[in-house]
């Protein structure tokens, strides 16, 4: 028995079933599901290397920062990283500020470069 290949229309027939259904979570036209993504880089001496939405950093005292965005990030959530065996806290978020705090493994501030995430709803 020679097996024929099936018309287009019925494929789009199966695939068109609850199970291949898309989903119903809900997005914004940018397809980000409503979060705004921010981010940067900074340096151990407080300046910002890079990042996106972040519009200055400056080194407060030893190995605590504050990060400035180009909006307000008090209701938003925020993630910083650090290098080198060094942990990086966020701290408190006034306005569109964000200080983040890094520490040896003693709890001892210590100046370090970090990355943070920032994500807020749009």
Known sequence: MRLRPLPALALAGLCAGPAFAQSVEP???DMTLGVALMSAAVGANGALLRG???VSSSRISAGTYDVTFARNVENCVAL???SAARFARVGAHTGSVIRVRVSDGQNTNAD????MLVFCIQ
């Open 27 to 29: 997005q914004t036209p």
């Open 52 to 54: 996106a939405g972040a």
């Open 80 to 82: 910083a990283n650090s």
């Open 112 to 115: 370090n470069p970090f990355t």
